[in-house]
């Protein structure tokens, strides 16, 4: 995605947002932290983890904070390559990736919570106490496996309902969200990338009308839940 951007025309600059300018209900530039100023006609927050932070650059609360989820790819000899993606209500998940298998952990909201944003290291412990019993319980063909490789990253996590913000802030009409999608961003990426580009090169939704995402549930603390986290 981000090739294909580039290739369109997209200009990458690298840096920290330290502070957002607006004017008469409209945002007019970023400042970056090495002190560079950034004008523009519209600012999406597309922050990801620290998508809460720059929002309150604006004053705006958003409730969306990094909640860390380690990522083990795991050989299990035993198991069936052709199975699909198996997403257990016990908060595992796996699926076949290359020559083996990747799976994975949700815990429960009272287990879960804030990561510190620097923290990338994974999470072997979880493999041991908790994921593989329950992996091998679910199924058995997984009781012989061994763990070639890992990785931790963080969810942009919506701590109000676990579900995406999208759309214009009501008193920033220029200030538009793409956040909190609890761990669905890749796979909403594409969808999501063309309503906001039809939200500023139109004034409104084309394709999808998806207003029921828009941060007034947020302001209203009126949830939209999204049931499958994993």
């Not at 004008?39 to 720059?54: E, H, K, Q, S």
């Not at 020559?99 to 879960?112: A, L, N, R, V």
């Not at 009409?173 to 500023?200: D, K």
Request: glycine share 12%; proline share 8%; with cysteine.
């Amino acid at each position: 995605l981000r090739s294909g951007a580039g290739q369109a025309g997209a200009e990458m600059i690298s840096g920290e947002v330290a502070a957002i300018e607006d004017r008469s209900g409209h945002v007019i530039a970023v400042r970056l932290a090495d002190g560079r100023r950034i004008g523009c006609r519209f600012l999406v927050n597309a922050a990801g983890p620290a998508a809460g932070r720059l929002a309150a650059l604006l004053g705006r609360d958003l409730p969306v904070e990094p909640r860390k989820r380690t990522v083990f790819v795991v050989d299990a000899p035993d198991a069936p390559r052709d199975m699909p993606l198996v997403a257990d209500p016990s908060g595992i998940w796996v699926r076949p990736e290359g020559s083996g298998f990747i799976t994975g952990y949700s815990p429960p909201e009272h287990d879960d919570g804030a990561a510190d944003p620097a923290d990338f290291e994974p999470d072997h412990g979880i493999f041991e106490d908790i994921l593989w019993p329950l992996l091998a319980a679910r199924i058995p063909a997984f009781e012989r496996l061994k763990v070639t490789y890992a990785w931790a990253g963080h969810y942009d996590y919506n701590v109000l309902d676990q579900n995406a913000v999208i759309g214009p802030d009501p008193d920033l009409p220029n200030f538009l969200y793409a956040n909190g999608f609890s761990g669905h961003g890749l796979q909403h990426a594409p969808g999501v990338g063309r309503a906001v580009a039809e939200l500023i090169v139109h004034g409104a939704y084309r394709s999808l009308d998806l207003s029921a995402f828009g941060y007034e549930r947020i302001a209203a603390g009126r949830p939209l839940f999204e049931r499958n986290v994993i």
